[in-house]
């Protein structure tokens, strides 16, 4: 298939995911106590320095890397007044009118919650790139980022793009890898070099995605881009999540429940199963999702430890595992994930070494072609309130702080 085709077919698949939505660089001038950018790494130019102190007392460090030559990285951290007022002047005094802050930060209390104004106060312009904490980028998100970031540079030949962000520097990675994905079948061919330093840059500072979604996401868009993967309006109807490998010992079961997740919206909580030995599976029904997925998996111990003058002391849950996935990359009635893809459970010890996931779909009202799913246990009562709490991830709490203050629950009973 010729340049022209891959990029008309890219730019339609793009086109529809959109839709499908709707309808749900150059070197800094040296200043006093800021150094010059060097070459290091075989040409990925950087400035960096120590920045103060953090509340912990562990030295802080901006990290400004040229992506491309008009597409910089700026990391932080954590909050740093006097390295973000180093980092506004060198932008401002090089570039003037001529650059823009891309945040990509989470929604993070850490950080106040709005990233965009807060790196619309420190930096003078800055646009929201972001996405909700330790999740991949919604897909839609990535799409309109790229479009964000190609019409700014679009806008004059002097413009410049930086991309931002606090705390966790794979947020840069991905949208930098997404943007490299996206320059190579929308973008000039004349840009083939910029993406070479984008590969680059990506080898020198994430070379690897901690997060399993995040790999998984743009291992999606670049299939989208590419048009090795269609984009389908048409809703999955998810059946039955299946669980394997001992999540816990005979001698010390557990509790655990699920929680699925549609564009960022709770859409269906499990009832508690008490896990001991074996794996385990969840009839949900026929549960129809479209667009991003989340699943999530906690567990907390079967029996409370009993301390005195504290019978009601609330327990807290675990995250187990985590798994994102867009339904337009699902092509058969069946995904699975190995530990190794799943979010969470992929550094965690205590997931079984061959845990996997395994969720079972069906389309359309007959639902022919299923993969037989294992039969779930019989609810004996729907989930109680108190874990059905936190509908939106965008207003996730701290899983430290998630208890069932429920002491009499009923369970489903596996064996």
Same mark, same amino acid.
């Given at each position: 298939?010729?340049?022209?085709?891959?990029?008309?077919?890219?730019?339609?698949?793009?086109?529809?995911?959109?839709?499908?939505?709707?309808?749900?660089?150059?070197?800094?001038? &040296?200043?006093?106590?800021?150094?010059?950018?060097?070459?290091?790494?075989?040409?990925?130019?950087?400035?960096?320095?120590?920045?103060?102190?953090?509340?912990?007392?562990?030295?802080?460090?901006?990290?400004?890397?040229?992506?491309?030559?008009?597409?910089?990285?700026?990391?932080?951290?954590?909050?740093?007044?006097?390295?973000?007022? $180093?980092?506004?002047?060198?932008?401002?005094?090089?570039?003037?009118?001529?650059?823009?802050?891309?945040?990509?930060?989470?929604?993070?209390?850490?950080?106040?919650?709005?990233?965009?104004?807060?790196?619309?106060?420190?930096?003078? *312009?800055?646009?929201? !790139?972001?996405?909700?904490?330790? !999740?991949?980028?919604?897909?839609?998100?990535?799409?309109?980022?790229?479009?964000?970031?190609?019409?700014?540079?679009?806008?004059?030949?002097?413009?410049?793009?930086?991309?931002?962000?606090?705390?966790?520097?794979?947020?840069?990675?991905?949208?930098?890898?997404?943007?490299?994905?996206?320059?190579?079948?929308?973008?000039?061919?004349?840009?083939?070099?910029?993406?070479?330093?984008?590969? *680059?840059?990506?080898?020198?500072?994430?070379?690897?995605?901690?997060?399993?979604?995040?790999?998984?996401?743009?291992?999606?868009?670049?299939?989208?881009?590419?048009?090795?993967?269609? &984009?389908?309006?048409?809703?999955?109807?998810?059946?039955?999540?299946?669980?394997?490998?001992?999540?816990?010992?005979?001698?010390?079961?557990?509790?655990?429940?699920?929680?699925?997740?549609?564009?960022? &919206?709770?859409?269906?909580?499990?009832?508690? /199963?008490?896990?001991?030995?074996?794996?385990?599976?969840?009839?949900?029904? *026929?549960?129809?999702?479209?667009?991003?997925?989340?699943?999530?998996?906690?567990?907390?111990?079967?029996?409370?430890?009993?301390?005195?003058?504290?019978?009601?002391?609330?327990?807290?849950?675990?995250?187990?595992?985590?798994? $994102?996935?867009?339904?337009?990359?699902?092509?058969?009635?069946?995904?699975?994930?190995?530990?190794?893809?799943?979010?969470?459970?992929?550094?965690?010890?205590?997931?079984?070494?061959?845990?996997?996931?395994?969720?079972?779909?069906?389309?359309?009202?007959?639902?022919?072609?299923?993969?037989?799913?294992?039969?779930?246990?019989?609810?004996?009562?729907?989930?109680?309130?108190?874990?059905?709490?936190?509908?939106?991830?965008?207003?996730?709490?701290?899983?430290?702080?998630?208890?069932?203050?429920?002491?009499?629950?009923?369970?489903?009973?596996? /064996?």
């Amino acid at each position: 298939m010729c340049v022209c085709a891959r990029r008309r077919r890219g730019q339609r698949e793009l086109g529809r995911l959109h839709s499908a939505a709707a309808t749900r660089a150059v070197s800094a001038p &040296v200043t006093p106590g800021t150094p010059a950018p060097s070459r290091e790494h075989g040409g990925v130019r950087s400035a960096s320095y120590p920045s103060g102190t953090s509340g912990a007392g562990v030295a802080g460090r901006l990290d400004l890397c040229y992506v491309a030559e008009r597409m910089l990285a700026l990391h932080l951290p954590n909050r740093d007044a006097h390295a973000e007022a $180093q980092a506004a002047h060198m932008l401002t005094n090089k570039h003037g009118e001529h650059f823009m802050v891309f945040e990509v930060s989470g929604g993070g209390e850490e950080y106040g919650g709005c990233e965009e104004g807060l790196a619309r106060t420190v930096f003078g *312009r800055a646009r929201s !790139l972001g996405w909700p904490g330790e !999740l991949a980028p919604p897909l839609e998100r990535l799409c309109a980022a790229c479009k964000d970031i190609e019409s700014w540079l679009a806008a004059h030949p002097k413009n410049v793009a930086v991309l931002l962000a606090w705390g966790n520097r794979e947020r840069l990675g991905v949208l930098v890898a997404a943007y490299m994905h996206y320059s190579a079948i929308c973008g000039a061919p004349e840009h083939a070099l910029d993406r070479y330093a984008m590969r *680059r840059y990506l080898d020198d500072r994430v070379p690897v995605f901690h997060l399993p979604s995040n790999k998984r996401y743009i291992d999606t868009f670049a299939g989208l881009l590419a048009g090795q993967i269609r &984009v389908n309006s048409a809703p999955l109807q998810l059946t039955h999540v299946s669980v394997a490998g001992a999540l816990a010992p005979s001698a010390a079961p557990t509790i655990a429940f699920l929680k699925i997740y549609e564009n960022f &919206v709770c859409v269906y909580t499990s009832g508690l /199963y008490m896990v001991s030995g074996g794996g385990w599976t969840v009839g949900v029904g *026929r549960l129809a999702l479209r667009g991003d997925v989340l699943v999530r998996a906690y567990r907390r111990p079967a029996h409370a430890p009993h301390t005195p003058h504290a019978s009601h002391s609330p327990t807290p849950r675990q995250l187990v595992f985590a798994c $994102q996935f867009h339904t337009c990359a699902v092509a058969d009635h069946t995904l699975s994930f190995t530990k190794q893809q799943l979010d969470h459970a992929a550094h965690e010890a205590s997931f079984p070494c061959d845990g996997a996931v395994e969720l079972v779909f069906v389309r359309g009202e007959g639902g022919g072609g299923a993969a037989p799913a294992p039969t779930p246990a019989a609810p004996l009562r729907a989930a109680p309130d108190a874990i059905a709490r936190a509908d939106s991830l965008e207003h996730l709490r701290p899983l430290s702080t998630l208890t069932d203050d429920d002491t009499g629950q009923y369970y489903y009973i596996l /064996y």
